[in-house]
């Protein structure tokens, strides 16, 4: 039952190229697929890879001005309130005299002075030449020590002024140290050092109102904190960042990657000071931030891609599928011309052969006639009788002889479509009838399972017998001597007529049964040429009709031809 | 004495030779040429009560012949010969016949056919 489903040929599946074709259009259909998905992807990727390269050119850029504006703003803000201390100690020693300031109580009003107009100043105190702070005023007991053999002494000694890098004082908190030299009438030099709270830098930093990441802070030149940073850690600590020495620009932008996050930092040296302040932004590192900014991009590429894949998947199925079947229908073409090629030359060669041995026959048949004629007028003719038994038994082979040029003739004429009423009762037993010699040899028999009332198609003659010829003569190729063929007709059917031949042969393996209508498919060796099913099936193709086998090894074959009642094939 | 008298024009000697010999013997004269040419000089000499031409002659066809018989004797029946199998598709069938028989040629038919076509005369 199974098989017989397979080689349903009416649907056109069973193919040519099932066996070897098939991977060629897979082939092909993978090349399409990929050439497509390139032309159609590669724009897109490139698009996509545009728009990253943008976005993050932009982002670093808005970056950059972030951290620009941030730098000059608070660049300035801090000049200004350190120069302000500066210019307020510079003022102090170059206006009051010291005699003025060699006093604890004038130091203290210059103090509360200080602190009432600038704030942030911790102490006050005078260094004498040789080094000893003279006279202090502030928390610490600080009086008397002396700095001779500090460096930040003998520079302000030898350049007039000093501003300190920020240490821990005493009470633990930052400072820093401004001193300015002046000098005595007898030419003495003396010092004015003030103790400066960073508190006053730390409130410029506060008041900036920076994001979460951005940071900004000072350092000194040796890479050490002078004040808090949220990235590098507290005042004093060292900050593993490449600290830059005194550039000729005021502002240095770099980009490096720190722990899977970019960090933009910009640098810009404080004047007058060992100041570096410093701002950096940490972000996301471009690809994260441009796929999180843009998830409705990304999303829209997936949905394109994906969009994209079933289209060109579905269209080149589609096209593989249509190259496919144009290729099956052109190779059915070729097969149909080299089968009408073929019965041609046998169409030529029988009627040359029925004509030539027609004209001798006729000529026969006439000299038998006169033969007759002449026994017929010689009534005293010694054995008259025998001569008209031979001259009737000469008559009667020329006759059979005849009929078979008669089929010939017309199965040669017979080689072109042709819509005529069929007898497909007749059709059967005239078809068998060309084989009588054969069955007659072989013991066949043939038993034919008609139902009585006659059975019509309209249909093609000639191609008819061609379908029935062949798989007749299967059949009886099949069976072994004294082996048994039966042809039925079943016509309760309303649309066909289906004529089965069955025998009680070898059978064909179910391996065979799925190649056998494919063209050059033979198991008859050097003898088939392995086109007799196939012709076969494309002719019941023609015809509109269909043909079908079941098979069972060693107990037989069944071939069902399915004739349409009134075929609308073309003529 | 013979009824009619018939010509075939046929190139099959044998044939043709064996068919008028026959015919004597239902009182139907014959003669036969074997071809085209020949025949329609026998014409011009003799009268003929039927003609019987087969298309496929040696030389000038069977039709042209019949064109020619056809437009120097109008009143003369002519029956056509034609091979089975080979359809009329390349053959002209020319105008004016009285009938074409297939080949082979039965001879109860054909005497059938000339006394048809002769009594209608």
Same mark, same amino acid.
């Given at each position: ?571 | ?51 019987? !031409?087969? #298309?496929?002659?040696?030389?000038? *066809?069977?039709? &042209? %012949?019949?064109?020619?018989? @056809?437009?120097?004797?109008?009143? /003369?029946? !002519?029956? #056509?010969?034609?091979?089975?199998? *080979?359809?009329? &598709? %390349?053959?002209?069938?020319? @105008?004016?016949?009285?009938?074409? /028989? ?20």
């Amino acid at each position: 039952m199974d098989s017989e489903q397979k080689n349903k040929v009416d649907s056109g599946e069973v193919s040519e190229e099932l066996r070897e074709g098939l991977p060629r259009y897979r082939r092909l259909r993978k090349l399409s697929v990929i050439i497509t998905l390139l032309v159609a992807l590669i724009p897109l990727a490139i698009m996509t890879i545009i728009n990253f390269y943008q976005d993050q050119e932009s982002y670093r850029a808005e970056s950059r001005y972030n951290i620009s504006r941030i730098l000059s703003n608070t660049k300035r803000t801090l000049e200004f309130v350190v120069e302000e201390r500066r210019a307020a100690i510079s003022l102090i020693i170059s206006q009051v005299t010291y005699d003025q300031l060699s006093d604890d109580d004038g130091l203290k009003t210059i103090l509360q002075n200080l602190n009432g107009s600038f704030g942030g100043f911790v102490d006050l105190g005078l260094i004498d030449s040789s080094g000893n702070q003279t006279y202090y005023v502030g928390p610490y007991e600080l009086k008397g020590k002396n700095y001779k053999n500090q460096e930040w002494f003998n520079e302000v000694l030898v350049r007039g002024a000093h501003i300190s890098d920020v240490f821990m004082g005493h009470r633990n908190l930052p400072h820093f140290v401004v001193a300015f030299r002046h000098e005595r009438k007898n030419g003495e030099p003396y010092v004015l050092r003030a103790t400066i709270d960073m508190e006053m830098i730390n409130r410029v930093f506060y008041s900036l109102d920076l994001d979460r990441n951005t940071d900004a802070f000072l350092v000194n030149q040796d890479g050490v904190l002078q004040t808090a940073s949220i990235f590098f850690g507290d005042v004093l600590s060292e900050i593993n960042v490449d600290v830059p020495k005194r550039f000729r620009h005021r502002e240095v932008i770099d980009e490096y990657e720190k722990e899977g996050k970019w960090v933009t930092s910009g640098y810009a040296f404080i004047e007058d000071t060992p100041f570096i302040l410093m701002v950096s932004k940490q972000r996301d590192n471009p690809f994260l931030h441009w796929f999180y900014q843009r998830t409705g991009l990304f999303w829209f590429l997936i949905v394109s891609a994906a969009l994209i894949l079933v289209v060109v998947m579905y269209g080149s199925s589609m096209t593989i599928k249509r190259l496919q079947e144009l290729d099956k229908r052109r190779a059915r073409m070729l097969h149909n011309v080299e089968y009408t090629n073929k019965m041609a030359t046998i169409g030529r060669m029988a009627s040359g052969v029925a004509h030539e041995i027609n004209n001798p026959l006729a000529i026969i048949n006439e000299k038998a006639g006169l033969l007759n004629d002449l026994v017929f007028h010689t009534k005293d003719l010694p054995e008259r009788d025998k001569f008209f038994d031979l001259s009737d038994s000469i008559i009667r082979s020329v006759e059979r002889c005849s009929k078979v040029t008669h089929r010939l003739l017309g199965f040669a004429r017979r080689m072109d479509a042709k819509k005529e009423t069929i007898d497909v009762k007749e059709l059967l037993e005239e078809v068998v009838g060309f084989q009588k010699t054969e069955l007659a040899h072989r013991n066949i028999q043939v038993n034919y399972n008609f139902p009585p009332e006659t059975i019509l198609v309209e249909s093609d003659r000639g191609l008819l017998q061609q379908v029935f010829l062949n798989i007749i003569n299967n059949a009886f190729a099949a069976v072994d001597v004294g082996g048994h063929v039966e042809i039925g007709i079943d016509g309760t059917d309303t649309k066909s007529v289906i004529v089965s031949v069955t025998d009680d042969g070898i059978g064909i393996s179910e391996d065979n049964l799925q190649h056998i209508f494919e063209p050059f498919y033979s198991t008859k060796g050097e003898f088939g040429t392995g086109l007799g099913l196939s012709i076969t099936r494309d002719i019941m193709q023609k015809l509109e009709g269909h043909i079908d086998v079941k098979s069972k090894p060693g107990e037989g074959t069944t071939f069902n031809v399915y004739i349409p009642r009134r075929g609308n094939f073309q003529v | 004495m013979s009824k009619f008298k018939v010509l075939f024009v046929d190139d099959e000697e044998e044939l043709v030779s064996t068919l008028v010999e026959r015919l004597k013997y239902r009182d139907i004269a014959g003669a036969y040429e074997l071809n085209g040419a020949s025949a329609i000089e026998r014409l011009r000499r003799e009268k003929f009560d039927i003609v019987i !031409i087969d #298309l496929k002659l040696p030389g000038i *066809s069977g039709a &042209e %012949t019949t064109r020619v018989v @056809k437009q120097e004797h109008p009143e /003369l029946p !002519i029956l #056509l010969i034609t091979g089975h199998g *080979s359809p009329l &598709e %390349t053959e002209e069938i020319p @105008k004016g016949i009285e009938d074409i /028989l297939p080949k082979p040629i039965k001879l109860d038919t054909l005497v059938e056919k000339i006394q048809t076509v002769l009594r209608q005369e």
